[in-house]
């Protein structure tokens, strides 16, 4: 099982660049294989009752973010988890993942999603009612600007033509695809689009009948041999006990890495984050 720490740009990793620093390194240094960003722009203030945290959160931008942990590591991946594809312009967005994976020198995982949080789309002037086929334009768009000159990419929502966009990636065709969330339209993306699925929040058996139902569509569907094997990322329940056993529940249930998140309280506090950091891959695996 591999471990990703989730979370790197919040809380007091967004308020102080050193500690996320630290936090990265320490990662880097106790066996941590990657490190995610979350996304979010703006919360609802009051909150609603998709509220993901609290609207005092504070959250930096994920670009900017992975692109200082890049700077201070070496091997440690570094991941989206996810990027709310639909609120980007798709080649301002192109761009982004671009730049953090020649910063990273390949180092970047490309967690992608389509949002749920009404209020930030409304806020960000996206509708939030085409959301899912307005992720599927825009990364295709994604992967022309990513592997074609003079660009020409024309849809509903997406009008690029005659302009090359470079640096490219450093993978042909960009950085692994991992697609979050459970809705049909989001496993049926997966098999056909991603390297991997990410999971937020289920547990091992929730988790065994989303890999039992993606590998169902993989054979009913015409998924490009050059993805390979379909990679499951999960980040466990917060409210579950994380020890030994979970993650040997996840891995029964063909989960390849588990993304976690530090307690709220852990986030908040320098000595707390590191320890959490430091201990944890030993006490799991």
């Not at 301002?92 to 990273?104: N, P």
């Not at 990410?198 to 998924?223: F, H, K, M």
């Amino acid at each position: 099982m591999r471990l990703g720490l989730f979370g790197v740009n919040t809380d007091l990793c967004a308020l102080d660049p050193r500690v996320a620093a630290e936090v990265a390194v320490a990662a880097e240094q106790s066996g941590w294989e990657s490190a995610w960003t979350g996304e979010h722009y703006a919360l609802p203030d009051p909150p609603v009752p998709a509220s993901p945290a609290r609207p005092d959160t504070p959250i930096l931008d994920p670009f900017v973010a992975l692109g200082h942990l890049a700077g201070v590591t070496s091997t440690l991946l570094l991941g989206t988890g996810v990027t709310v594809v639909p609120v980007h312009q798709p080649v301002m967005l192109a761009k982004q993942v671009a730049s953090v994976d020649r910063i990273s020198n390949g180092r970047f995982l490309f967690g992608v999603g389509v949002g749920y949080l009404e209020p930030e789309f409304r806020a960000l002037g996206v509708p939030i009612s085409d959301r899912g086929a307005r992720t599927d334009e825009y990364l295709d768009a994604l992967a022309a600007l990513w592997t074609t000159s003079a660009v020409h990419v024309v849809g509903p929502r997406v009008a690029i033509s005659g302009v090359t966009a470079e640096p490219r990636p450093v993978r042909p065709g960009g950085p692994p695809l991992h697609v979050g969330g459970a809705a049909p339209a989001a496993l049926r993306r997966t098999v056909l689009r991603a390297h991997g699925w990410y999971g937020w929040g289920v547990g091992p058996e929730q988790t065994a009948a989303i890999v039992t139902q993606l590998a169902e569509l993989a054979d009913n569907l015409d998924r490009p041999p050059g993805l390979g094997r379909l990679e499951i990322s999960v980040t466990p329940d917060a409210r579950t006990p994380l020890d030994a056993s979970l993650v040997a529940g996840y891995a029964e249930a063909g989960v390849d890495r588990l993304i976690v998140s530090p307690p709220g309280r852990v986030r908040r506090d320098r000595e707390a984050l590191l320890r959490f950091v430091r201990d944890t891959p030993a006490a799991l695996i």
